[in-house]
């Protein structure tokens, strides 16, 4: 009998061996073809790994593998997106340095990967909380700062009171801080921005982009560009003009209000001419509480205040009634919008609520010119103009560039382009986090720190992590005294540190460069290994980090058309009970248990097998055994020294079915029906016996999926090298073409049956087997055969009467 697959002694041995060998260090300038696969570094929280970060690299590593014996020379490095709140709250709650735990979770982290098998070179990897990293997250500041990208300014901000810390949109989810879960509210600080809509444009271009359209779609909605025109109408009784901004000019004889939005700079400016001062300054900070995605939720009940002022709309002649709303958005267009109610949704509803005049000057396709009273009646997007003067019969499309003209030649408006994006928030005023390189001097101003002089350290003791409403780096005094680098007088640094997307935006440059200290990235390798072949990340990311990404790189290349990855791939969600996996929801599950009782390769293709890679699952370990009984069985296979094989041609075929079978799921990322064809190939193989030849490929072709499974069996099949180092098999097109085809059989119309013939088969001879079908025979002795009909490799018919 062949031995039993010890997996634990087996994978221990390769992976030393792996170590030893240097198996995985990748030699840069290697002249085979790059290949640069990446997956999202993880945060080292004290969670440590679960199924769900399995689920990630575990097949992430597969794909390098498969692109390796493919090859091609394959970089696949990994770090730890190491700043953060997580660690900074473990500080507060336990009194252990950040510092401190961060590293012990990096350290176990680094032993959990290891013990997947994955092909990582270690020589490379980063941590961002380290000097030797952030020092060059500082300089990325500065190359910003040098081209008038980063700059601070008071602005209204979002403001968790429990984390005492700004957060960015992104980070608030359904008007809570997505960290702690605490109500946010709106508060006016002095914060650093990167003013990434300079480059609105140039994200919005993603021709060379190999990426779920969903995700690139949800890009170009955050974005949110539209071309319209600013149109200023005279206040009444002030002496002061209202601008706003509209992509529909063509209804404007249809305005009958406006809209401004509670923080608005019309706001501000008009306030002591307000007459319901009080009722607007509290509507104004119950505003100030709700997020923006909250504010123009679709269905929400809308709500606003009478200013008690009236913009005059110059086309009719009528007094347009000014209200405080919150469904406007100050940083979008300018933060105020005239009201349609006949053919704008919002404004319908908002007339219906204040009870204001709603005018038809648009007729849809349906011919409809009756006086619009229900939310189906308003027209949006087709139509021709009515009541509308000099537009009169025009379609919406021909009126919009007609009224544009007339305003611009009128001196009433002017075209422009807006977008909904809004400068990146960078500040955080917070301890665990790269110090903003920045010295703010009486004589000198705000001076950028000499990239000489980086890093700006982070200081480890005497820190107070404890959230104040400011940042905790204020109150050391070691810190924050220095001397200014222009004058060398007295002068402060800057205590808020940047956001942690700052240092995940650049990363996969350091990657290539992780242990030069001279610079921070080298762009020789750039230009080598860039952009990244493969990402593989959850698409949570969409808006935050990958676009970051994309500006940053842009930025750092000086060209608005580089870009950092060229395929993206999302990996599914594993839940458990239908519940995203996380400690405060106590369904966390550990790899851990199941690695030691299986071993990592069983519990890699288990977590395959649960379906596709991009769709997920909910956890459940019900059906494991089966991989372990696979693996046994696979090895038993293998590892029989007899040779005698029962059907040569059958195993010709089966075997380079496989292989096309293997490649191509692999290529589209199932790997759980890859996984299920060597099931299928194994159970043939036990059966019909297999050849040296035959096994070394089997062996290759679960390497990506098993890799200490394979080499174990590589190397009982007599080979030196590691399998890895091997090549992929390929399949002969003449094999994997099959010899017969299956048909159906109809009777009066209706298929009865279906047949397996050669397809070659004559007439007579698939008209022979079908009427000998058991089932069709049953149909064919109730009547007459009238007629029978054979389609060459499609169907056979017979008509009974």
């Known amino acids: 009998m062949p031995p039993s697959y010890k997996a634990h002694v087996t994978e221990q041995k390769w992976q030393k061996k792996w170590a030893v060998s240097k198996l995985y260090k990748v030699n840069l300038a290697g002249k085979k073809p790059k290949y640069y696969n990446l997956v999202m570094f993880p945060y080292p929280s004290g969670d440590k790994l679960h199924v769900g970060h399995w689920y990630n690299y575990g097949p992430a590593d597969s794909w390098g593998r498969y692109i390796r014996m493919r090859g091609y020379n394959v970089f696949e490095p990994m770090g730890f997106d190491s700043f953060g709140l997580p660690a900074e709250n473990y500080a507060i709650k336990t009194g252990v340095a950040p510092q401190k735990s961060t590293e012990k979770n990096i350290k176990y982290m680094i032993k959990q990967l290891g013990g997947i098998g994955t092909m990582y070179d270690w020589e490379k990897t980063v941590v961002t909380s380290r000097p030797d990293y952030y020092k060059w997250s500082q300089w990325v500041f500065l190359q ?21 810390t700004v957060l960015a949109n992104e980070q608030v989810q359904d008007g809570n801080c997505e960290r702690c879960g605490t109500e946010v509210t709106k508060k006016d600080l002095t914060q650093w921005f990167f003013d990434i ?16 359209e969903k995700t690139l779609l949800m890009q170009e909605n955050w974005i949110g560009r539209s071309q319209g025109i600013d149109i200023s ?6 002496d002061s003009k209202i601008t706003v901004y509209t992509t529909r000019p063509d209804t404007n004889f249809g305005a009958t209000f406006v809209v401004v939005a509670p923080e608005s700079a019309f706001v501000k400016e008009n306030f002591s001419a307000f007459k319901n001062k009080e009722e607007i300054k509290a509507y104004i900070k119950a505003a100030n509480k709700k997020s923006d995605i909250e504010r123009i939720a679709e269905g929400r009940k809308k709500t606003g205040v009478s200013t008690g002022l009236y913009a005059i709309n110059h086309l009719t002649g009528k007094k347009m009634p000014i209200f405080v709303s919150d469904f406007v958005l100050a940083h979008v267009g300018t933060g105020c919008v005239v009201g349609v109610p006949g053919h704008d949704l919002r404004d319908f509803e908002f007339a219906k609520e204040k009870k204001l005049e709603i005018i038809r000057v648009v007729v849809g396709v349906d011919g409809d010119t009756s006086p619009i009273t229900k939310a189906e009646q308003v027209q949006e997007e087709r139509g021709k103009m009515i009541n509308s003067d000099f537009l009169n019969e025009m379609d919406i499309h021909v009126a919009k560039e007609k009224i544009m003209d007339h305003l611009e030649k009128k001196n009433r408006g002017k075209r422009v382009v807006n977008y ?10 917070r301890y665990w986090g790269a110090p903003i390189p920045i010295v703010i001097c009486a004589k000198c101003g705000e001076v950028p720190v000499p990239e000489k002089d980086l890093p700006v350290v982070l200081p480890i003791k005497n820190v107070d992590y404890k959230p104040k409403g400011k940042a905790p780096l204020a109150s050391v005094a070691s810190f924050v005294k220095t001397k200014c680098p222009k004058c060398k007088g007295k002068a402060t640094r800057e205590v808020d540190t940047m956001d942690t997307f700052v240092c995940s935006s650049w990363y996969f440059l350091r990657y290539l460069s992780a242990k030069d200290k001279k610079q921070a990235f080298d762009m020789n390798l750039i230009k080598k290994w860039l952009p990244v072949d493969m990402y593989i990340g959850g698409p949570e990311h969409a808006c935050m980090h990958l676009l970051y990404a994309r500006f940053i790189h842009k930025v750092l290349m000086n060209d608005p058309k580089a870009e950092p990855f060229k395929r993206l791939v999302h990996q599914g969600l594993i839940t458990k009970n239908g519940a995203k996996m996380s400690k405060s929801k106590g369904n966390v599950v550990s790899p851990d248990e199941f690695v030691a009782k299986y071993g990592s390769d069983v519990f890699r293709m288990y977590l395959m097998f649960m379906g596709p890679f991009t769709d997920g699952g909910d956890w459940s370990d019900k059906g494991i055994t089966g991989i372990a009984r696979f693996v046994e069985r696979f090895y038993t296979m293998v590892s029989n020294k007899e040779e005698k094989v029962a059907d040569k041609a059958a195993l010709a075929k089966m075997l380079n079915k496989l292989i096309k079978k293997v490649s191509e799921d692999i290529e589209k990322f199932h790997f759980n029906t890859a996984v299920a064809a060597l099931m299928e190939f194994t159970n043939f193989g036990l059966k019909n016996g297999l050849d040296k030849v035959s096994k070394k490929i089997a062996a290759q072709l679960i390497a990506p999926l098993a890799p200490h499974l394979a080499e174990e069996c590589w190397k009982m099949l007599g080979s030196k090298n590691s399998i890895f180092d091997a090549g992929w098999p390929k399949f002969d097109p003449k094999l994997v073409v099959d010899d017969t085809v299956k048909i159906g059989v109809q009777v009066n119309g209706k298929v009865r049956g279906e047949i397996e013939i050669n397809k070659n088969a004559t007439q007579e001879e698939a008209i022979k087997l079908a009427r000998i079908n058991e089932n069709v025979l049953r149909y064919l002795t109730q009547g007459q055969l009238i ?11 017979f008509v009974v009467k």
Do not use: F, M, T
């Open 233 to 238: 109408y005279k206040v009444e009784s002030l």
């Open 420 to 429: 909904k994006l809004r400068d990146w928030l960078i500040s955080r005023q």
């Open 197 to 212: 809509r300079k480059y609105a444009e140039a994200l919005l271009c993603h021709d060379k982009l190999e990426w779920p």
């Open 787 to 797: 007629k029978e009909i054979y389609v060459p490799g499609r169907i056979v018919g």
């Open 144 to 164: 910003l700062y040098k081209k008038n990208l980063a700059y601070k300014k008071k602005a209204p901000v979002n403001w968790c009171p429990s984390c005492k």
